[in-house]
């Protein structure tokens, strides 16, 4: 591995703190409909393709998190390589590679054909709706995939640095004031014309 082990550690986690990221105003945009209807419907295309963006955005970052390339940033060829650095015991490496085959791989699995058929390539031979039906993916499985890569690198980290990561950054609130901002700019103009 060219890059220093700690370097390559910072990569993943700023990937996942991305698809984080974008998981959070993803699921802002949705869950916020009922009470900001209005307010998205007067910018509806911004708002559809921010949430395609975002969606499409949060399945390609955890889809290269775990790819099993050894020219890219990714998990697998990171286990593999302190494998053979034998800078870890064995318990912990076994221990890091059954959180990944057991817990992230099959979730993995979902995104990878939903990166791979509706998102970084297009399949023409299945809809949109076709690919979703064969991932079988679950609403609630990318934010799983999320919470145990971030599982996953602190627990190499704590083992290897002592050390852990907060991964405290989220965009729900700011993603909630931007919407509520809107949603009074909206009302306030609305009033200013009505007068």
Known sequence: M???????????????????????IYWVYKGSRPTYVKTMNRYV???TTSLQAHFAALVITL????????????????????????????????????????KAKPLWEKISILRNKAF????????????FKKADIALDEPRELIEVTKELLNQLTQARDGDTHAFNLDAREDTLWLLKDLKYAQEKRKAEEEN
């Open 120 to 131: 970084a390539h297009r399949c023409s031979a299945h809809t949109v709706l076709e690919v």
């Open 63 to 102: 889809y290269r998190l775990y790819e099993e390339r050894t020219d890219t940033f990714n998990i697998p060829f990171l286990l593999a390589k302190l494998r053979k650095q034998d800078e870890l015991s064995h318990e912990t490496l076994d221990s890091l590679n059954r959180i990944y085959t057991d």
């Open 2 to 24: 060219s890059t220093d082990v700690k370097d390559y550690i910072k990569e993943l986690r700023d990937a996942i703190m991305f698809a984080g990221l974008n998981y959070d």
């Open 45 to 47: 295309s911004f708002f």
